[in-house]
């Protein structure tokens, strides 16, 4: 079932809400990484929610002058025009009162959302108002999805992606380097109110597949595990495009097989699922890896600070130490060097000894401050160098 | 409406309002101050999980494992913020939208595969509230308020949101000057030796509280508009601590009493028959004050 789901094999209806969600996951996804990457994420969570008296009002209009009022265009129309509202609501406030951006998308988003919701209790009351479905905007609906629906949904992730490659260089200048970006003649608020413009769009499309609460969920997740992959814009870009539309399809995909399996929630949920892999596993930037290189530098610290001990004949009374040298074979069970242990503790002490006179030397200054206890002043100075410094010191003992 | 009918249909609805309102309004000047007014969004949304949570295991619709799961999920929803924050290097903002819409959706997917027919819990419910339901039915006018057998029959939910309330304004009461110092200066309160990091925790649960009981009564949409609107409208009035405070309750009262009134009789007044969402009207008055204090509040720069 989920592979006839998966390959569009599960009739047309869900073919349709499919391919719509695939295209509106990649738009969402790629016009996402510049809202993440301005560190303005939660913006749109203000616009998505300001969406809904946009849809009331534009519901009451058009029943009110003898049309359709589920007519989706006519709809979304309708939430673009509140959620603009929103969207200047939130740069007034942040911009020209004391308050911080982040008040202003938490009274924005409430009082928009209050709003429509009055308007929906309106409209519940009016004759043609009962059967509306208006509330399905909320957490989106797919069942019953028309054809006309599906089209406008993929034209309008289609233009979104068509604009982003079209801003792509201005708007990662702006993402990565205001302050450079505007200095080098690029105009931030136009920039900025691009970008908000295109997240608006993705917004105003995904209200049908997913609904106004979780569309922001499109446009944070696959930006954020994007991230963890890379840190070139580029990449980052069509990797979240990549995420967002595999999110969607397997999302899609697992609500067509089986009932009661809304698509909203499932798209956000594997969308979720990529994310928690992805900061677990994800080179350098991943969970594992940050684990992998702390317990490496944890043993090479405990290493080096137990090899000068053995050198210096002080006993060792840290377990982890111990337990290091002893699988190595440097010491034995009672502390006691190994003879290979005798010889690396000796070489140990004498790059100590090296990095100590180093470090004494004006002329070496800048090579001496990558002293960091681990690293072997082989890898930092030539071996002419060393040599000099040897001679200083005097010439080695040999190991008993 | 004369007394016996206000007493009956208006008095406890108006009074659970405005008291959530207040409690929310109260750790909101807090939650403003700090820069972290979107906690609140965030514990708004992942109360649904907890509830939901609280039912598959209980199977029923009550008070005290609801209250307990929503406030677990809140704790989780903190933990996994701060967890993405700090080990993924993710900025705070994006991490607070991966994990409640993540939870969010959680709690919307098990809502439907679980049978919930047989009781009253759907999302619209969780996001709305049902204010006007809450009513006094054992009362027969305003000498009810003094008949101990009507008093028994009030709303349990005015019992909760009381005693957050009182549990809230008292916190603020004692522990004002620990707040106040670590709010606009924690490396001061730090070298007085203040324990900063279980005030900001202390914030942030004293919010999970109000928002889980405001939520229990009234849905999660007057929570977030009154963590916010209230206060951030205050911040407007004046530079003094004490003073935005006493503003955001006032505007919490008002834009309770206010909002409540209007969706009440404002349809009346236009010649429908129908009542609008009270809760809708309460955010939405919220939403009005603070658009008159932006454009003429004193302190608004």
Not at chain 1, 112 to 134: C, D, E, K, P, Y
Not at chain 1, 239 to 257: D, E
Request: hydrophobic share 55%; glycine share 10%.
């Amino acid at each position: 079932m989920l592979r006839d789901a998966l390959t569009f094999q599960l009739g047309y209806n869900a073919t349709l809400v499919t391919v719509a969600a695939v295209l509106l996951g990649f738009a969402a996804g790629v016009t996402g990484t510049f809202l993440f990457l301005r560190k303005r994420a939660l913006v749109s969570d203000a616009i998505a929610h300001a969406t809904l008296p946009g849809i009331g009002i534009a519901f009451i209009a058009l029943t009110l002058s003898g049309h359709d009022g589920r007519h989706l265009p006519g709809l979304l129309a309708g939430s673009a025009v509140t959620a603009m509202s929103g969207l200047f609501a939130v740069q007034w406030l942040s911009s020209r009162t004391r308050l911080s951006e982040d008040a202003a998308i938490g009274a924005v988003l409430s009082a928009h959302f209050s709003l429509g919701i009055v308007l929906l209790t309106v409209i519940q009351t009016m004759s043609t108002g009962r059967q509306a479905g208006l509330e399905n905007f909320l957490l989106g609906s797919t069942a019953g999805m028309l054809l006309s629906d599906a089209i406008l949904i993929a034209l309008g992730g289609l233009l979104v992606v068509a604009l982003v490659f079209l801003f792509r260089r201005p708007m990662s200048l702006v993402s990565f380097d205001p302050g450079f970006a505007s200095t080098s003649g690029v105009r931030l608020d136009r920039i900025d109110l691009t970008m908000m413009g295109l997240v608006l769009g993705v917004t105003v499309v995904g209200l049908k597949v997913v609904g106004l609460i979780l569309v922001v969920a499109l446009l944070i997740i696959p930006p954020v595990t994007a991230r963890f992959w890379t840190n070139r814009v580029e990449l980052v870009v069509i990797l979240a495009g990549a995420f967002g539309g595999i999110a969607a399809w397997l999302g899609a995909g697992l609500s067509a097989s089986a009932p009661d399996l809304p698509t909203g929630p499932l798209i956000v949920l594997v969308s979720f699922c990529l994310f928690a892999v992805s900061m677990a596993l994800a080179p350098r930037r991943g969970l594992l890896s940050s684990l992998v290189r702390h317990r490496r530098f944890q043993a090479g610290v405990h290493m080096r600070q137990g090899l000068l001990a053995l050198a210096q004949g002080q006993p060792i009374y840290e377990p982890l130490t111990i337990r290091l040298l002893k699988a190595r074979g440097l010491a034995r069970a009672d502390g006691m060097p190994t003879r290979e242990g005798a010889v690396r503790a000796a070489r140990a002490l004498r790059d100590e000894k090296r990095w100590e006179v180093a470090r004494a030397t004006p002329e070496l200054e800048l090579a001496a401050a990558r002293y960091d206890g681990l690293t072997q002043i082989e890898d930092v100075l030539t071996a002419d160098q060393i040599a000099e410094i040897d001679h200083r010191i005097g010439p080695p003992e040999a190991v008993q | 409406m004369n007394g016996e009918d206000f007493v009956t249909f208006s008095l406890t609805p108006l009074l659970i309002g405005s008291l959530a309102a207040l409690s929310c309004a109260l750790a909101g000047n807090f939650l403003v101050l700090r820069r972290q007014a979107l906690v609140g969004d965030a514990i708004s949304h992942v109360v649904l999980p907890g509830i939901v949570l609280a039912f598959l295991v209980t199977g029923t619709i009550s008070t005290w494992p609801m209250l307990f799961g929503s406030a677990v999920a809140a704790v989780v929803a903190v933990v996994l913020i701060e967890a993405i924050r700090r080990f993924g290097r993710i900025e705070p903002g994006a991490a607070m939208g991966v994990v409640f819409t993540a939870m969010f959706a959680a709690g919307v997917l098990a809502l439907e595969q679980s049978d919930t027919s047989g009781v009253h819990l759907d999302v619209e419910h969780a996001l709305f509230g049902n204010l006007e339901s809450l009513i006094w039915l054992d009362a027969t006018g305003w000498a009810s308020l003094v008949d101990p057998v009507a008093l028994a029959g009030l709303p349990p939910e005015l019992f909760r949101i009381s005693l957050i309330t009182v549990v809230i304004a008292l916190c603020l009461a004692v522990f004002w000057r620990p707040l106040a110092i670590s709010t606009f200066d924690e490396g001061f309160a730090r070298t007085l030796g203040l324990p900063v990091r279980a005030i900001g925790l202390g914030i942030v649960i004293a919010s999970a509280l109000a928002a889980v009981a405001a939520f229990d009564a009234v849905g999660s949409i007057i929570v977030i508009a009154m963590f916010i609107c209230p206060p951030a409208a205050a911040r407007l009035m004046t530079n003094r601590l004490g003073a935005q405070v006493a503003w955001s309750v006032a505007f919490a009262l008002i834009a309770a009493t206010l909002g409540f009134t209007l969706a009440g009789s404002g349809p009346a007044w236009l010649g429908s028959e129908n009542a609008v969402s009270a809760a809708g009207m309460i955010g939405t008055v919220a939403g009005v004050i603070l658009a008159c204090a932006a454009l003429f509040g004193p302190a608004r720069n």
